[in-house]
């Protein structure tokens, strides 16, 4: 893989650049939907020395049972890269996209590395870690100024016409129903492998039914939650992990940065931790994006169980992973391939679905 970027970097950078990787490696944070490479680049800039950590984002090969059913890096270099430019929201540069499989055996971007930290995943940080080490000012901080990003990411003018490479080319009336298409394609991709799951075709046709006709659209993060931020100081540095953009509603973002930490929540008391039981509760997120961007969420009760199904589909294509790489066998039940089955059961009878 060196020798590979050594030759395909001399070709994005001027003549002369004569670029060398001095350094490379993995990485054991965050992250199950694409390959993360780290390097360092050390290259000519006019006869001055020039050193950068850059990173390279790599989709995954169909053999390692994706989560997701394509990859399209380069629209996600796109978001950032407009991202970066209409707004103030922390995103790491965009260096360059490489949209040929067989360097690496998949499309890939590269972009700068940013120092700072971030909530582990595995375990996740309910277990124990730098979030639950803070104090209680500390994590409310990295709470508040989290929903902030989001409303500085939702407050993007024109998000229809700046990121149109967005738009779902399906039928629908709105931004959140082509959303909601867009979604249960990716459903259907999911049980074409395993068979489909009536606990999630009942909140496809709940939601199918019970969301609102209209309501504002936004540019949406899709996969918002701390575990895919970076934080200096308990502040944000950097919004990664691009692959669930699209437009939609506010709500889209905001029931699913609740809902991760929620999920945590309930795995850590599930095995007798504490957990943060007073972390991105409902209401304080809620109330903490309304005195920021003015605007007051709507329907978040109903956004938790769209978070929730979508999750769902998540644990049918990581546990089907675990099955393909002999982690564990396949389910009688496919309902019991998500993860959050007794959670969506319970969002569905307080919704009196």
Not at 56 to 82: K, W
Not at 107 to 128: E, H, K, L, R, S
Not at 210 to 234: E, Y
Not at 307 to 333: C, D, K, W
Request: charged fraction near 20%; proline fraction near 7%; glycine fraction near 6%.
């Amino acid at each position: 893989m060196r020798s590979v970027l050594d030759r395909w970097l001399s070709t994005k950078l001027p003549e002369g650049a004569n670029p060398e990787i001095t350094s490379i490696s993995g990485t054991d944070t965050n992250g199950m939907s694409s390959e993360t490479v780290l390097f360092d680049l050390r290259w000519n800039d006019k006869g001055a020395v020039r050193d950068e950590a850059l990173v390279a984002r790599v989709a995954p090969v169909g053999a390692d049972v994706p989560v997701f059913p394509s990859y399209d890096l380069d629209l996600q270099f796109d978001v950032m890269r407009v991202v970066a430019e209409r707004s103030d929201v922390p995103v790491p540069r965009v260096r360059w996209y490489e949209g040929d499989e067989s360097l690496l055996g998949g499309t890939f971007f590269v972009m700068n590395q940013v120092a700072g930290i971030v909530p582990p995943d595995n375990p996740p940080y309910v277990f124990g870690s730098w979030l639950m080490d803070a104090t209680p000012g500390q994590r409310r901080q990295l709470q508040d100024e989290t929903v902030a990003t989001l409303a500085a990411l939702h407050s993007i003018e024109n998000p229809a016409e700046h990121f149109s490479f967005l738009e779902y080319d399906k039928p629908g009336d709105t931004h959140l129903h082509r959303h909601l298409a867009q979604r249960t394609a990716w459903y259907d991709f999911a049980k074409a492998d395993v068979g489909p799951s009536p606990l999630l075709e009942r909140c496809w046709a709940f939601l199918s039914e019970h969301l609102p006709a209209s309501t504002p659209t936004v540019l949406s993060w899709g996969d918002s939650r701390i575990g895919n931020m970076m934080f200096q100081d308990f502040s944000p540095v950097a919004v990664l992990d691009w692959e669930m953009a699209g437009l939609a509603p506010r709500e889209v973002d905001l029931a699913w940065l609740i809902y991760m930490h929620r999920t945590f929540q309930d795995m850590a008391q599930q095995y007798g931790f504490p957990g943060l039981p007073d972390f991105m509760t409902f209401e304080d997120v809620a109330t903490t994006y309304e005195a920021v961007s003015g605007y007051s969420p709507q329907n978040l009760e109903l956004y938790q169980l769209y978070a929730a199904t979508q999750y769902g589909i998540v644990g049918m294509r990581t546990g089907l992973r675990s099955v393909h790489f002999g982690e564990a066998e396949m389910p009688a039940n496919i309902d019991d391939m998500c993860m959050n089955r007794a959670d969506i059961e319970l969002l569905l009878s307080e919704l009196g679905a």
